[in-house]
């Protein structure tokens, strides 16, 4: 089963900037397509980004302009740089095969406020 590990989240002030990280147990990280999914208080889970094997990108239109996902598979590693964060994007954000597996990682907390 693969584990799923997620880091970078944190509080941020509106028009600020987070790098969100997950890396991903197993060796065969490169053959999987990734996204990034995020979950706000009374609301469901929502992919925001994902990346084939083949490096190509898809992002919700919420985000789109504004977030980059990447993936560098000699890590085992998938990112997503934030950029123009805004309140709405509060969320706890999660990584995950696209379309998910059902076994999910702890999330990291992204909170952006003044």
């Known amino acids: 089963q693969v584990q799923l590990v997620e880091s970078g989240g944190g509080l941020v002030q509106p028009g600020g900037s987070l790098r969100l990280s997950c890396t991903a147990s197993g060796t065969r990280f490169r053959f999987y397509n990734m996204g990034w999914y995020r979950q706000a208080p009374g609301k469901q889970r929502e992919l925001v980004a994902g990346?084939?094997?083949?490096?190509?990108?898809k992002y919700a239109d919420s985000v789109k302009g504004r977030f980059t996902i990447s993936r560098d598979n000699g890590k085992n590693t998938v990112y997503l740089q934030m950029n123009s964060l805004k309140p709405e994007d509060t969320a706890v954000y999660y990584c995950?095969?696209?379309?998910?597996?059902?076994?999910w990682g702890q999330g990291t907390q992204v909170t952006v406020s003044s």
């Open positions: 995950n095969q696209d379309p998910p597996l059902e076994n």
């Open positions: 990346i084939t094997r083949g490096a190509s990108t």
